[in-house]
């Protein structure tokens, strides 16, 4: 089945500065990465998605990019802000009538003012 | 819409004991899930159920653990008997369709303490 693995587990950076988390999958098959946002003491909840079909998508200061050849895929935060601060979960699906989520294991981002 | 509504929020009970958490998804949404999240081993799908029938349950721990989702509306996690291993936060999310670029919503979580 689908595996997905997430590094950093840890991610400290500066106000003002970017962040990169990046993710890799097993299965050729998915076709729909989504990622999520928790912060503390709280839900998870999507800040972006991405197909298959497209390499690059972003939204204000959040980008996501995916390379289907080497099955991997990133989420690029710019000028970082404190409220930036939480856990973020990649996932990877086979889309379509099946297919749950896999999450990765989580990357806990710490931006410091 | 809440959005997908979970009970207890908090649930503490003794080892042995029958836990029971209870989810319903928003209105219109067709696939539910179950998750359990922990320090060790992050966010765990146990179960999810397509139009009320279990689709796949290949993440329930064990026979302990028993899902059910008699309608559209509800659902329920029972935990038979409780193990101290059990504790962590359960949290249940449901959305339109499936993987497929549909967007699940997670519910605020039960965090369970098995003492």
């Known amino acids: 089945g689908e595996n997905v693995e997430q590094h950093p587990s840890t991610l400290s950076v500066q106000e003002g500065d970017s962040a990169v988390i990046k993710c890799t999958y097993s299965?050729?098959?998915?076709?729909?990465f989504p990622w999520y946002k928790q912060e503390l003491g709280k839900r998870p909840q999507l800040i972006i998605d991405i197909r298959s079909n497209v390499g690059e998508k972003k939204d204000q200061r959040i980008a996501v990019t995916l390379n289907k050849t080497a099955k991997h895929f990133s989420l690029h935060i710019t000028e970082t802000q404190p409220e930036d601060s939480a856990v973020y979960f990649c996932a990877a699906s086979l889309g379509g009538s099946q297919g749950n989520l896999i999450f990765g294991k989580g990357t806990k981002l710490s931006v410091k003012p | 819409d809440a959005g997908v509504i979970q009970s207890p929020r908090h649930e503490v009970t003794e080892m042995g004991q029958e836990v029971t958490l209870r989810c319903k998804p928003i209105s219109g949404h067709d696939y539910l899930f179950w998750y359990r999240q922990t320090m060790m081993r992050g966010l765990e799908l146990l179960i999810y159920f397509n139009n009320n029938v279990p689709i796949d349950d290949s993440g329930m721990p064990e026979d302990r653990f028993s899902a059910k989702m008699p309608n559209a509306s509800f659902s329920t996690l029972k935990i038979q008997p409780s193990e101290p291993r059990d504790s962590a936060v359960y949290f249940c999310?449901?959305?339109?369709?499936?993987?497929?670029?549909?967007?699940?919503?997670f519910g605020p979580g039960t965090r369970l303490t098995v003492l």
């Open positions: 999310a449901s959305s339109k369709r499936a993987g497929g670029n549909n967007e699940q919503f």
């Open positions: 299965d050729s098959a998915s076709n729909y």
